[in-house]
């Protein structure tokens, strides 16, 4: 209750779409009670370093947390991607569709995908999620394509999960995510 409480607070957001979050991602990740505060903080530094109101970034980071938490990505990886597409001009709604849609393509690859795991001898793009995260997944995708946003395209399949590959693939992804986690330490 006081993380939740804290939460509203920071992001002077509604108690209650706050409240409701913080319990929908601490059940997707079994965090306990002691590790609410981490995921507030998660929240807080998103908006801090994103472009969005608390609001926005609990209502689009709460429904994708189960998905996020059941491929092994965590929970800072979330708050970190959300945040560095949000600062790119999407929205906290349009990042989290984003996240989902790229998430989607390793879980259920298309032929082209499937192969190009294959020859990168990844088992899975499940199994590759869980080893790798999203960016670096995503980025070793990127340099096995050459760099192509055509076959990158055609490797995901769908333009949103192209558009959150893109972003999370710059140059500057890296050393903001690096920013982000000092932050949350």
Do not use: C, H, W
């Not at 409480?5 to 957001?13: D, I, K, N, P, T």
């Not at 990886?77 to 999407?90: H, L, R």
């Not at 076959?151 to 893109?166: H, R």
Request: net charge negative.
């Amino acid at each position: 209750l006081e993380a939740s409480v804290a939460l509203a607070e920071a992001g002077q957001a509604d108690l209650g779409t706050a409240t409701g979050g913080l319990i929908k991602v601490m059940n997707a990740y079994n965090f306990s009670a002691d590790q609410a505060n981490f995921a507030a903080d998660v929240f807080t530094a998103t908006v801090g370093k994103g472009v969005g109101s608390m609001d926005e970034f609990v209502s689009a980071m709460s429904p994708i947390a189960g998905l996020t938490s059941s491929v092994g990505i965590g929970f800072d990886e979330v708050g970190a991607s959300m945040a560095f597409i949000t600062s790119k001009g999407q929205t906290a709604s349009a990042a989290g569709t984003q996240l989902r849609a790229a998430i989607t393509s390793l879980l259920n690859p298309n032929e082209t995908l499937n192969r190009l795991l294959q020859s990168m001898g990844m088992e899975s793009g499940s199994a590759m999620l869980e080893q790798y995260g999203l960016a670096e997944s995503l980025g070793m995708i990127n340099t096995a394509l050459g760099g192509s946003s055509d076959a990158m395209a055609k490797a995901l399949g769908s333009t949103e999960a192209l558009q959150g590959a893109i972003a999370l693939t710059q140059d500057g992804f890296s050393s903001f995510a690096d920013t982000y986690r000092s932050g949350l330490e």
